[in-house]
């Protein structure tokens, strides 16, 4: 083995460490799933001529995590919300030349501009002012840039964050094993700057984090898991500032044992407690028995 190669092996060992980490709840679902245009059809959203109702006045704009797509990430909470009569829409961002339906890899403020051109999209083809914003992951913080830096706080009402990076992520030490190889973060960034993006430390959430969490006129809502695989320490999903409600999974159900995937795409306890951060007037306690009855 040449000088060369010995030096990328710990390189390659840890960007093969990262993708199988990242992956590890987004393969499968994709897996078996039917193709996109019969799936959407046939749940109910990404109707564009759904009209809010009185009862639901904005339409739900749903924001995929990293390595999701706009229906493999939310096969269980958008039909929940088209069941409650929700309009419900979802879209592709972050998009790679030549990597089909694992998305979210680009540059996360270029996909926070994708994300205001599809709200005005869903805007126009409503009829409202404001959406109301819910993400899982990266999906649940990137939009914070889209509300501080891109215009967005006019337009929306409230951003619910299941699981969100907000303020960066370890990996459980991944990361700092990253930046311990010479070379590591910038060569994982050329590739997936959506990875890298939400590294601690990254030249994104510094800019990110320069300003506030939270901008006037937006409710925020952060649901956390304990056991959360990706976003570490745990605690980091949380924001601070007016209209924040953070909420940790197992104070509402202390045996819920979802990590990082569950929560944003199985867990019917975190979407009870998206449901109520929809419509706070008329929310109900959340509970182990809404896992069934929620």
């Known amino acids: 083995m040449s000088g060369i190669q010995r030096l990328l092996r710990p390189l390659h060992a840890l960007l093969a460490a990262l993708a199988l980490v990242l992956t590890a709840g987004a393969v499968a679902p994709a897996a078996t799933?039917?193709?996109?245009?019969?799936?959407?059809?046939?749940s109910g959203w990404n109707d564009y001529s759904c009209k809010p109702s009185s009862a639901h006045p904005r339409p739900v704009v749903l924001v995929h995590g990293t390595l999701g797509n706009s229906v493999d990430n939310w096969l269980g909470l958008a039909p929940y919300l088209v069941n409650r009569g929700y309009c419900v829409f979802s879209l592709d961002y972050g998009k790679l030349p030549g990597v089909p339906m694992f998305h979210g890899l680009g540059p996360i403020d270029k996909g926070a501009e994708e994300l205001s051109v599809y709200v005005d999209k869903v805007r126009e083809a409503t009829g409202v002012d404001k959406v109301d914003?819910?993400?899982?992951?990266?999906?649940?913080?990137?939009?914070?840039?889209?509300?501080?830096?891109l215009g967005g706080a006019d337009k929306?009402?409230?951003?619910?964050?299941?699981?969100?990076?907000?303020?960066?992520?370890?990996?459980h030490g991944l990361t700092k094993l990253m930046d311990s190889i010479p070379g590591a973060r910038k060569a994982l960034g050329g590739f997936a700057p959506g990875l890298t993006d939400q590294a601690l430390?990254?030249?994104?959430?510094?800019?990110?984090?320069?300003?506030?969490?939270?901008?006037?006129?937006?409710?925020?809502?952060?649901i956390a898991t304990k056991y959360d695989e990706i976003?570490?320490?745990?605690?980091?999903?949380?924001?601070?500032?007016?209209n924040v409600r953070n909420v940790l999974l197992q104070d509402l159900c202390k045996v819920d044992l979802s990590g990082h995937f569950a929560t944003g795409m199985t867990d019917r306890i975190a979407f009870h407690e998206v449901a109520n951060a929809l419509d706070p007037a008329n929310a109900k306690p959340t509970t182990c028995a809404s896992a069934v009855i929620g």
Do not use: C, I
């Not at 799933?33 to 046939?42: D, I, K, L």
């Not at 929306?156 to 990996?171: A, R």
């Not at 976003?231 to 007016?242: D, E, K, M």
């Open 33 to 42: 799933a039917a193709p996109a245009a019969e799936r959407t059809v046939g």
């Open 133 to 149: 914003l819910v993400g899982h992951s990266q999906g649940g913080a990137m939009p914070r840039y889209y509300l501080n830096f």
């Open 156 to 171: 929306v009402n409230s951003l619910t964050g299941l699981v969100p990076s907000s303020h960066g992520t370890t990996v």
């Open 201 to 222: 430390g990254s030249d994104y959430l510094k800019k990110l984090n320069s300003v506030p969490d939270t901008v006037p006129g937006v409710r925020y809502t952060v």
């Open 231 to 242: 976003v570490s320490p745990y605690q980091s999903a949380f924001l601070s500032g007016p």
